[in-house]
């Protein structure tokens, strides 16, 4: 059976394959000029899919290394804090050591009672340290001071335990 082609359907046939060409140099131009083989999730939703869990992805990567860099920058700050404090301890042991001896004067006595009030309060600064705007020190509460000093008591602030100095 042969079948007859009217000059219409001709003509219909080569304006819609025209304009599918038409359409598919479109998308190509598009691609190339955005340089990205999908631009709109209609291109290939499942590739688009991928693309929105890569990105995902990549934020909680760099996520983790923020959180990681300042964790780390957190730790060295407190640890060079603490190693300071160890100083302290180790300078207040010698002092009281060295006025544990009967052959110590009350005036030399008196002059080092001087020495480690300087001492208690530089641990009270080193104690009350911040990093970026928190305390090093206060647990949870990094919005909260953790010590306070009055007068020969240094109190700390959460559970507000006292420790009496030497009267």
């Known amino acids: 059976m042969v079948m007859r082609v009217s000059e219409n359907m001709k003509f219909n046939t080569i304006t819609e394959n025209m304009f599918k060409s038409q359409d598919s140099y479109n998308k190509l131009a598009e691609k190339i000029a955005s340089l990205k083989e999908i631009n709109r999730p209609s291109d290939d939703p499942i590739g688009m899919n991928k693309v929105l869990n890569l990105r995902k992805s990549r934020d ?3 996520q983790y290394t923020r ?3 300042g964790c780390e920058s957190w730790l060295t ?3 060079s804090k603490l190693s300071a404090a160890g100083d302290l301890l180790a300078d207040a042991r ?3 050591i060295a006025q544990s001896t ?3 004067s009350a005036e030399r006595r008196s002059s080092e009672a001087g020495t480690v009030q ?3 309060d ?3 600064t080193l104690a009350n340290s911040k990093y970026d705007g928190r305390y090093l020190f206060s647990g949870a509460k990094t919005e909260e001071a953790p010590f306070s000093s009055s007068g020969r008591s240094v109190a700390e602030i959460g559970t507000a335990a ?3 100095g030497n009267t």
């Open 60 to 62: 909680s990567v760099e």
């Open 67 to 69: 959180n990681m860099d």
């Open 77 to 79: 700050i407190t640890e």
């Open 94 to 96: 010698v002092v009281a």
């Open 102 to 104: 009967a052959t110590s």
């Open 118 to 120: 300087q001492l208690i």
């Open 122 to 124: 530089e641990m009270l």
């Open 162 to 164: 006292a420790a009496d």
